[in-house]
């Protein structure tokens, strides 16, 4: 039953798709840009949640935290959910935007949003009164994070927004 699983999964990742995400290099990164301190007990939300790999790793390093992630793909929820084994995070199937009661809960949102929409973004920084990691180029801000993601040994520019101010 095990094996079968872990085939899966590794059929999944080595789908030809588009998909791409934070490295765990690149979460440590996040961690440190945002500083965010051990006893970090906030809500975390990653919209666009994919694997679930970056939503994973933060309620590993920060057990007081609330996390959670948004997909839109059943099966990278479905995907997210075996990962997850025991680690208490919460994934929710949908579309971003019927989600908005999570992302007005959120005080970090961390989003690998590269191909959303102007509207999409719009709508995650009006409802939200926290900080907000995107790579969105249309939301550029002047706070620049660089952050290795899976598809380039190169670090990707984000960019930092606190969605309280706009800026
Ligand atoms: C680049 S992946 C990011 C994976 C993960 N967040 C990471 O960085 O490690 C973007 C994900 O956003 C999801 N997505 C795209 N539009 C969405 C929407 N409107 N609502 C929720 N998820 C969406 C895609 O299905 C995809 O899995």
């Given at each position: 039953?095990?094996?079968?699983?872990?085939k899966?999964i590794?059929n999944v990742f080595?789908r030809?798709?588009?998909?791409?995400?934070l490295?765990?290099k690149?979460?440590?990164?996040?961690?440190q840009a945002l500083?965010i301190?051990d006893?970090?007990?906030?809500?975390?939300?990653d919209?666009?949640?994919?694997?679930g790999k970056?939503?994973?790793?933060?309620k590993?390093?920060?057990?007081?935290?609330?996390?959670?992630?948004?997909?839109?793909i059943?099966e990278?929820?479905?995907?997210?959910?075996?990962l997850k084994?025991s680690?208490k995070?919460?994934f929710?199937?949908?579309?971003l935007?019927?989600?908005k009661k999570?992302?007005?809960?959120?005080n970090i949102?961390?989003t690998?949003?590269?191909?959303f929409?102007?509207?999409d973004m719009?709508?995650?920084i009006n409802n939200n009164?926290?900080i907000?990691?995107h790579?969105?180029?249309n939301?550029?801000?002047?706070?620049?994070?660089?952050?290795?993601?899976?598809?380039s040994s190169r670090?990707q520019n984000?960019y930092?927004?606190n969605?309280?101010?706009?800026?």
């Open positions: 039953m095990k094996d079968k699983l872990i899966k590794i080595k030809k798709t588009t998909y791409g995400e490295t765990f690149g979460v440590n990164e996040l961690i500083d301190k006893d970090y007990n906030g809500v975390f939300l919209i666009g949640s994919g694997y970056t939503v994973i790793a933060i590993e390093m920060f057990a007081k935290s609330k996390c959670y992630g948004i997909e839109i059943k990278r929820v479905e995907i997210a959910n075996k084994w680690t995070v919460d929710i199937e949908g579309d935007r019927d989600n999570i992302i007005q809960k959120a949102i961390y690998n949003s590269l191909m929409s102007k509207e719009e709508f995650i009164k926290g907000l990691i790579n969105n180029h939301f550029k801000s002047n706070e620049k994070i660089r952050l290795t993601c899976s598809w670090k984000f930092k927004i969605t309280n101010t706009n800026r």
